[in-house]
């Protein structure tokens, strides 16, 4: 992780710990589309 310039995280409910990447991907863009994403926080 200390070569990326951000990182994002995506809540998830339930059992599973992982998402597909297009998956990931699409939940992002949907974010980003709609306004509905938090600031990214550094840590």
């Known amino acids: ?3 990326c310039d951000a990182a994002v ?3 998830m409910a339930g059992k ?3 998402l597909n990447v297009h998956v990931a ?3 992002v ?4 589309r709609h306004g509905t994403h938090e600031p990214i ?3």
């Open 16 to 18: 599973g710990r992982s």
């Open 41 to 43: 926080s550094e840590t």
């Open 29 to 32: 863009a949907f974010q980003v």
């Open 25 to 27: 991907g699409a939940v």
């Open 1 to 3: 992780m200390k070569h």
């Open 9 to 11: 995280c995506i809540p």
